[in-house]
């Protein structure tokens, strides 16, 4: 099992909230990846 990846995509989302955390999880379901892991 190879863990180099193979493959590379670009998204881009917007979130707005007082929190940054907050903000952050807005602007990953703003762009469709909120259930995928980030590395």
């Not at 995509?9 to 952050?24: E, I, M, T, Y």
């Not at 990953?28 to 259930?35: F, Y």
């Amino acid at each position: 099992m190879s863990l180099v990846p193979k493959k590379i995509f670009f998204v881009k989302g917007k979130g707005f909230h007082q929190s940054k955390l907050a903000s952050f999880e807005e602007a990953l379901r703003d762009a469709g990846i909120e259930r995928f892991n980030l590395v």
